[in-house]
């Protein structure tokens, strides 16, 4: 399975938009605190639409606690990593993988990246950002590592359940 991990996340409509993202590919959400908003916050709520009932998560309170907790396979995004997400592989959709994104403002400190290096990767980007919104990003690496597992458990061909299959035909 894999798994979306928000690292003090800041922006309460970034989270929500993440959560959305969630649902939609199958993967359980870890928010480490300290959060920069409430949960209850309706920017959240209103973020996250009405696919928070349908969204597996769960709130820790420290990255220790996160890793005596989550045991698997760690991959983070930053902009220090030496690969690009299509390098990795992480193909098999069996293992669980968890997928860490910094906070807004201040990424995901060095301290925890370290000993992980072999697993940092980054977005191929313009010399001229320094990097996206954090809800696009995450976006663009699950549906990356979505494509690599041949997109397990989502409906790629089935008719569109809200206006019908043949609605471009109509």
């Known amino acids: 399975m894999n798994h979306v991990v ?3 996340p800041e ?3 970034n989270t929500g938009n993440i959560m959305r993202t969630c649902v939609a590919i199958g993967a359980k959400l870890h928010l480490i605190k300290p959060l920069g908003f409430s949960l209850e916050e309706k920017y959240l709520k209103r973020a996250a639409a009405n696919y928070l ?4 998560y769960v709130v820790h309170e420290s990255i220790e606690d996160f890793f005596e907790h989550e045991p698997g396979e760690y ?3 930053s902009r220090y990593g030496m690969q690009s997400p299509d390098a990795l592989d992480v193909a098999d959709a069996s293992l669980t993988r968890y997928f860490f994104f910094g906070s807004e403002s201040t990424g995901i400190p060095r301290a925890i990246l370290k000993p992980h290096i072999d697993r940092c990767f980054r977005l191929p980007m313009s010399v001229h950002i320094r ?3 954090l809800a696009n ?3 663009i690496v699950m549906y990356e590592v979505m494509r690599q597992q041949d997109y397990p458990g989502l409906e790629r061909f ?4 809200y206006k019908g299959k ?3 035909l109509k």
């Open 11 to 13: 922006i309460p409509q």
């Open 166 to 168: 043949d609605h471009l």
């Open 6 to 8: 928000l690292y003090q």
């Open 158 to 161: 089935e008719p569109e359940i």
């Open 75 to 77: 991959y983070f995004l």
């Open 53 to 56: 009932d349908h969204l597996d």
């Open 131 to 133: 990097s996206l919104n």
């Open 137 to 139: 990003t995450v976006a």
